[in-house]
């Protein structure tokens, strides 16, 4: 493998996904700021004050680090799928299937892209949140970790769906179907020891549950789940999408005939 | 050394279809080859297939010595790839997209710009090189993608019908760069329709028809196969009916114009002699254009009557 010519495909193609989400940023960068704004207003500051504390928090304290994560997930996994589906749909996806880019580099610069949308759109909602409550970070490594880590899971995601999907229909089916339920029912704006046993074991199939707390503990140092296990599960994940990923790009699945 | 070699070469697609039914083709370097053939016969396959769009099912192909199978990126280093259908982004500037298509070769940034410079100039597109791609026309698109082609100067240049719906001045400009690439060592292969394009730009010609390659030969060798001259006689004054001559086939075009096919053992002289017996005067007479094409059509027709593998595809053609 020819190293300088890789980490020149590479700069090229994360500095062409950031171009991207940047000059359409009415589209990508102003949607979570404002809709997570309201559920700042609606949850935290009319319905959060008759809630109660959670976990030892006002309400709004609770669930801005769950918010901010569903940003950072929503954002990560929307910015591959809608880029590499655009440009299997434009073609123009075949610029860098002839060029000599090992496969790995070809995801590995939609992943860094999806992070960057990623972090660029959780630095503005965590902005968005400071107005409605203070955040004091407990444990920075903890908090920076699962917010990358989050951030390259869904990235993955969004890129095998991207493969997959053949028509536009195709990229808002899984985030509908499958992202929402998952990142709502996944302890956004409730600790699961306030579900019955039996939903609390269902709920830790649930991945996204772990990245919120992992991210929770990171930021209030409170956690429904054992940061260890979290942590290994999130890795476990983050390896089987990556492996899986490759594979298809490998297999060509999607893209060559 | 060989640019290009292709052996044996099939593909099926998903549905059955067997678009490619294992093709041999040699392109030394240098060389300008055009692979001729019409719709449908398997030329962006073959394309697709060397530049690993497409996946073949069987076959062999080596860039420059580079087996695809096995070093797969560095056959791909060496080739710049126009398509057949446009294929850039619709929001990227004609800059931006050329100078994107070298990163991903590699190419250092600032030689990236300066080539992207250079080719944008050439081709006419400079002026219009931070316009978004989709105002662009469909000349100056297809121009672009020659110049995104380019950017990393590959020493095998692939162009897929790059003249389609080109007008005829701009196709001329064409034709002009793409000699001018191809004295600088620029090996090129391109697929077109039209037999004027292989014509004037190439020596030698592959035509393919329904997957196979019918004939690789030199256009001068696939002329000469040609026995048979067809000439226009504009006369004067008008006739019924075309004069019989023996050895002649004559056809009345209209009242005042005969088509006269003249096989290369009769003379030219003697048909005029033969024409003035019969009071028949003939103001200007003209080769009929297209030769080539003609050519090709029967090649391809004979293709599809084809009765044996072993019998000359020459001899077929002299036998019409
Ligand atoms: N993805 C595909 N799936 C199934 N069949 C295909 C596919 N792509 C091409 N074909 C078929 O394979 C055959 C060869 O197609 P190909 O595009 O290689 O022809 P071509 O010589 O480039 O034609 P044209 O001059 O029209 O571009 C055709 O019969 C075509 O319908
Ligand atoms: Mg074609």
Known sequence: MHVRRSYIAYRTIVTKEVTRFMRIWVQTVLPPAISMALYFVIFGQLIGPRIGN?????????????????????????NVVSSFFGAKFQKHIEEMLVAPIP?????????????????VVGVVVTGVALFFTQLHITNFLVMGSV?????????????????????????????TFVLTPLTYLGGVFYSITLLPEFWQTVSRANPVLYMVNSFRYGILGVSDINIFTAFAIIILFIVALFAASLYVLNRGMGLKT | ?????????????????????????????????????????????????????????????????????????????????????????????????????????????????????????????????????????GGLKRRLMIARALVHEPKLLILDEPTAGVDVELRRSMWQFLKEINSQETTIVLTTHYLEEAESLCKD?????????????????????LNIETFILDLRGSLRNPPAIDGYRIQLLDESTLEVDVSKDRSINELFKLLSEKHIEVLSMRNKANRLEELFLRLVENDSNRVGPEESKAEKINAR
């Not at chain 1, 496969?103 to 949308?117: E, K, P, Q, S």
């Not at chain 2, 060389?31 to 297939?49: E, H, M, Q, V, Y």
């Not at chain 2, 004939?215 to 696939?222: A, G, N, R, Y």
């Open chain 1, 54 to 78: 959670m976990g030892g928090f006002t309400y709004v304290q609770y669930i801005a680090p769950g918010i901010i994560m569903m940003a950072i997930i929503n954002s990560s996994y929307a």
């Open chain 1, 103 to 119: 496969n790995f580099i070809i995801l590995a610069g939609y992943i860094t892209g999806g992070v960057v949308r990623g972090l």
């Open chain 1, 147 to 175: 917010v990358l880590m989050t951030a390259i899971l869904f990235s993955l995601g969004g890129f095998l769906n991207g493969v997959f999907a053949t028509k536009f229909d195709d990229i808002s089916i899984i985030p």
């Open chain 2, 1 to 137: 050394m060989k640019a290009l070699e292709i052996h044996g070469l099939r593909k099926t697609y998903a549905n059955g279809l067997e678009a490619l039914k294992g093709i041999d083709l040699e392109v030394n370097e240098g060389d300008f080859r055009a692979l001729l053939g019409p719709n449908g016969a398997g030329k962006s396959t073959t394309i697709g297939i060397i530049t690993s769009l497409v996946t073949k099912t069987a076959g062999t192909v080596l860039v420059f010595g580079k087996d695809i199978d096995t070093e797969l990126e560095a056959a791909k280093s060496y080739i710049g790839l126009v398509p057949q259908e446009i294929n850039f982004s619709q929001f990227e500037s004609s800059l931006q997209i050329v100078v994107n298509q070298g990163g991903y070769y590699g190419v250092e940034k600032h030689l990236a710009y300066q080539h992207a410079e250079k080719y944008l100039k050439k081709l006419g597109l400079w002026e219009k090189r931070d316009h978004p791609s989709r105002t662009l026309s």
């Open chain 2, 205 to 225: 010609i592959a035509i393919i028809d329904k997957g196979e390659i019918i004939e690789d030969t030199s256009i001068k060798q696939l002329l000469s196969q």
